[in-house]
């Protein structure tokens, strides 16, 4: 059983503290992103034509390390879901404990979100530095695929 079937069976309310701490680590999250979006239109305007030196380099040197790292970064984040997907599942398989079987699947839970983290931070980055106006956003890809 789960914890949360646990506190529904014998009132304990376990499951309750679950879901409010998800509640305002949500609110945060929001409220954090809002208050970027707001507090990064005036400095942007404050701006003053200054270029960034990122994309002032006429190799394209900086900005191509910058893009290899993501990339890089997020390949071997994907290698590391594999690896660990692999050998939780083969662990899997030789446990006998249920609570065991329900940490390693909880384990993969968390690698599967981590992962999907690492993979959309940068898009969601170049989306929301274009929008904002950043300058490096328009001159750093960001995307690793």
Same mark, same amino acid.
């Given at each position: ?15 309750? @503290?679950?879901?409010?701490?998800? =509640? ?16 990064? $239109? %005036? ?8 270029? @960034? %030196?990122?994309? $002032?380099?006429?190799?394209?040197? #900086? ?8 990339? #890089?970064?997020?390949? #071997? ?8 997907? $692999? ?10 404990? =249920? ?20 993979? #959309?931070?940068? %898009? ?10 950043? %300058?490096?956003?328009?001159?750093? @890809?960001?995307?690793?695929?």
């Amino acid at each position: 059983m789960s914890a949360d079937e646990v506190a529904r069976v014998d009132g304990s309310g376990i499951g309750d @503290n679950r879901s409010w701490f998800g =509640r305002i680590g949500r609110g945060a999250v929001i409220a954090t992103v809002l208050l970027t979006l707001v507090a990064a $239109q %005036p400095a942007v305007a404050q701006d003053g034509g200054a270029t @960034n %030196p990122v994309c $002032q380099d006429d190799s394209g040197t #900086l900005a191509n390390m910058i893009e290899g790292f993501v990339q #890089l970064t997020t390949g #071997l984040g994907v290698m590391g879901l594999l690896v660990v997907w $692999q050998s939780d599942s083969l662990m899997e398989i030789f446990t006998l404990n =249920r609570e065991q079987k329900a940490s390693i699947k909880q384990h993969k839970r968390t690698a599967l979100k981590s992962t999907a983290t690492l993979v #959309l931070l940068g %898009p969601l980055f170049t989306l929301a530095g274009s929008g904002m106006g950043i %300058p490096i956003a328009d001159c750093v @890809n960001l995307i690793p695929f």
